[in-house]
């Protein structure tokens, strides 16, 4: 390891075994060759045996924070477990520099009969704090955790979202130099979710590594200074934020239909000709692409066969994952603008402006709604595009629209 590194992970492997029955056998030989000094087999697959984790390489650096992203059974979860020592790899190493403390299973770590100020200072010795310093810290810790009225009621009658904060509430407070979490943040409620965040910054500007397994696309770019991507036990992306989820979105969205393909409900009508839809910045490879603080814009040439008065222009971003959530939407009214278009041939163009978010994929759509807001016509929708970027911060989330009519 270098100087910088906090946690280096080389040449990783883990096995498991489908059978329980073969796994007890395939135990008990492991242990029999080791006590007759016989080589070691645990280093290749036996019958019912396969690989969770297969041939892993990766390292953070002092002060980073790693999103680990991928589907369910992909191997995350064992990796954290891996790096806190709750198993050790079949090949391969992993160090780390100073101490860990892991956020792996809601309650984990816990004596469910002692109360939970008794299990501030289990974890707190557990993660190197003496009882002086947890004592100084205990009401900070209950603070934090925000469950003072329960703090002297044993554990087992705790909700998953109180386990859970008194976890993060003790590790946050800890004298560690790694951080590991494993989805647990998802239990919470929005606003303890924001406060540890937080302290997850407050502990970054301290020098403190962050390794975090999550399904949440919108936090890892926002929070992460890498990424990797899982799949199969394999790391199949280490690198940039913006490309590891767009990978990520590409894959998921293929299988599930594909992502990037634009569904187009209605384009035009006998009355709303629309021959030819354009994008700023242009679409490549069927997709749009933007740097943080630029704006997108959508130009629909049409031809109008009568008058369109105080039209409706729907603009909607979605997050697709795991599926379609709104994350912005707006119309023209919300902005107090009104687009009229007369009879002829024109471009209507819609710009959303400085969109300042980092490293974010995303789905737009775009309607035009007339006659009393009763008939579309024009509707496309998961149009794809994906925001790239370097600072760390998700920006604004209600962007500034522009509406703009050219007659030709």
């Known amino acids: 390891m270098n100087n910088e590194q906090v946690v280096l992970v080389e040449g990783v492997y883990k096995k498991f075994c489908r059978s329980l029955r073969h796994s007890m056998v395939y135990g008990i030989e492991d242990v029999m060759r080791?006590?007759?000094?016989?080589?070691?087999?645990?280093?290749?697959?036996?019958?019912?045996?396969?690989?969770?984790?297969?041939?892993?390489?990766?390292?953070?650096?002092?002060?980073?924070?790693?999103?680990?992203?991928?589907?369910?059974?992909a191997g995350k979860s064992t990796l954290l477990r891996l790096i806190n020592g709750i198993y050790p790899p079949d090949k391969g190493r992993i160090q780390i520099k100073g101490r860990v403390a892991a956020l792996i299973a809601i309650g984990a770590g816990f004596h469910p009969q002692f109360s939970g100020k008794e299990n501030i200072f289990i974890n707190g010795t557990l993660l190197g704090m003496t009882r002086r310093d947890i004592k100084a810290r205990l009401d900070e810790i209950i603070a934090f955790a925000d469950i003072a009225e329960f703090i002297d009621a044993p554990v087992y009658t705790y909700s998953s979202g109180m386990k859970v904060r008194l976890g993060f509430a003790v590790a946050s407070h800890a004298p560690i130099e790694v951080l590991l979490a494993d989805e647990v943040l998802a239990v919470g409620d929005n606003a303890f979710k924001l406060k540890c965040w937080n302290k997850i910054g407050e502990l970054r500007e301290q020098g403190i590594s962050t390794l975090f397994v999550t399904h949440d696309m919108?936090?890892?770019?926002?929070?992460?200074?890498?990424?990797?991507?899982?799949?199969?036990?394999?790391?199949?992306?280490?690198?940039a934020v913006d490309e590891c989820i767009e990978i990520y979105l590409r894959d998921f969205m293929e299988e599930m239909g594909g992502m990037g393909i634009i569904e187009r409900q209605q384009t035009g009508t006998d009355e709303f000709i629309v021959h030819n839809v354009r994008f700023s910045p242009e679409m490549q490879n069927n997709k749009i692409l933007l740097q943080q603080g630029e704006d997108l814009s959508v130009m629909i040439d049409y031809e109008a066969r009568r008058d369109f008065l105080d039209i409706l222009i729907n603009t909607s971003i979605f997050i697709p994952i795991p599926i379609s959530v709104p994350f912005f939407q707006a119309a023209n009214n919300s902005f107090d603008k009104r687009v009229d278009i007369k009879k002829g041939k024109g471009s209507l163009q819609l710009t959303i402006k400085n969109i300042n978010l980092n490293n974010f994929a995303m789905e737009l759509g775009v309607s035009i709604v007339i006659d009393d807001l009763q008939t579309h016509v024009f509707r496309w929708k998961r149009i794809p595009v994906f925001v790239r970027g370097n600072a760390l911060s998700s920006g604004i989330t209600y962007f500034d629209m522009d509406y703009k009519v050219t007659p030709s």
């Open 218 to 239: 919108a936090s890892v770019p926002i929070w992460c200074h890498q990424a990797m991507l899982m799949d199969r036990g394999k790391v199949k992306f280490f690198g």
């Open 34 to 73: 080791e006590g007759f000094n016989l080589p070691d087999r645990r280093a290749s697959l036996r019958k019912y045996e396969f690989w969770a984790l297969d041939n892993i390489n990766f390292d953070i650096k002092k002060g980073e924070t790693l999103g680990v992203i991928g589907r369910n059974g």
